[in-house]
């Protein structure tokens, strides 16, 4: 099986650039039955051609466990596997293509980032439901399609058309989207997947398509497709779509915000507040003799930096809805070149704090540092239910701003919130009247700890409830 991908960008031997991958060389890649092999049968200033191979080894697959686990077992020797695009392409994508997949490029950042002029080819794609279905999956997405049914055998026309076309796609596009789409819609396709779907395959879709899924017309049916029409799986990727999408410039989960947070930084960087806050954090953590912990809306990382270097917790792990954000704590953790024995220790999830998530039970402690107050009433009320009632750790950990201390802020005008996301500030009585509610719906207790140097009238600049889950809940 061959895709290729061409460009006319000037100089088009940028795109070994993007790839990270140098058109003198041939690069090889093992699978786990049979390999990939990239190359590039033209390259020179104009117009400059990256060929993706795909050997698949059809005994190897039915030997293997993938046989036993996926579609292939119902084939057994004889299939199409080896001559045709499917999840084994979308695979080797992801192996051969890492880097440019998360839009990523050491040499050429600024032109991953920008539409070049791309082509794609596919010399035998599976299109389960016709060339109608295909141009519905790519047209909206920008590309001018070309696609030439085969017949099903060229010496016997009676036969009719086989479900086999090949596929030509170009458009003025990023190649990271290029890739995404292709990763994604050539499974859907072929409408089978070579492997089991299970949960993980619900942040996998996420990452490589939530900044365009959502606004599909036919997002239904590549989530049902994807997921090989597991329905609690599609219906969960579908619920947290339709969160990501960008109703407004700030969404209350992200927490990104920068231009927005530049007040708050800098209002509680006189007094090392952020510092004091994940200290007294940690502290509460490692006192209360936590082996695992969460938290929840956990942005860039600077949390979970500080809990990884605690010895005593054997699992930490991290969840946001922005996928930027998830980004940027891989790197901050630097999680490409942890140890092994580190690496196992440390997890992020992509998700959304709204909805029950199964991936949140069984933790010790959950942390929820200076995330409450950027939701509003609904999304408040439906994380309360996630974490109190769904997920239930041991004891969690809450901090908030304490808006009467906000009149201390020189900087700050009065009225007005320290960040331009945040939805609302508590006073402390607001504060503690929310804890005593929880406590009441979900049986904990609770206690108050102030954060920072406290005023005598005002109180301190940051609220932290510890909350313990009773022992007859």
Known sequence: MLLTITTTHSPATDIGFLLEKHPDKLHEFELAAGRALLFYPQANQQLCTAALLLEVDPIGLVRSRLGKQGDASLDQYVNDRPYVASSFMSVAIGLAFRSALAGKSRYRAELAATPIPLEAHLSSLPCRGGAGLLRALFEPLGYEVQATQEPLDTQFPEWGPSPYFAVTLRGQIRLQDLLRHLYVLIPVLDDRKHYWVGDAEVEKLLRHASDWLGAHPLKEKITQRYFKYRRSLARAALEQLSVEEPESEGDAESLEAPRAAVREIELEKRMSLNERRMDTVVGIVERMGAKSVVDLGCGEG??????????????????????????????????????????????????????????????????VVEVVEHLDAPRLSAFERVLFAAARPGFVVVTTPNREYNVKFAGLPPGQFRHGDHRFEWTREEFRAWCDRQCERYGYAVEHSPVGDADPLLGAPTQLALFSRAATH
């Open 302 to 367: 600077r949390l979970l930096s500080q809990l990884l270097s605690s010895k005593s917790l054997d699992r930490v792990v991290g969840m946001d809805v922005s996928l930027q954000a998830l980004e940027r704590a891989s790197d901050r953790l630097h999680l490409d070149r942890m140890s092994p024995r580190q690496r196992a220790r440390i997890e992020l999830l992509h998700g959304s704090l709204m909805y029950r998530d199964d991936r949140l039970k069984g933790f010790d402690a959950a942390t």
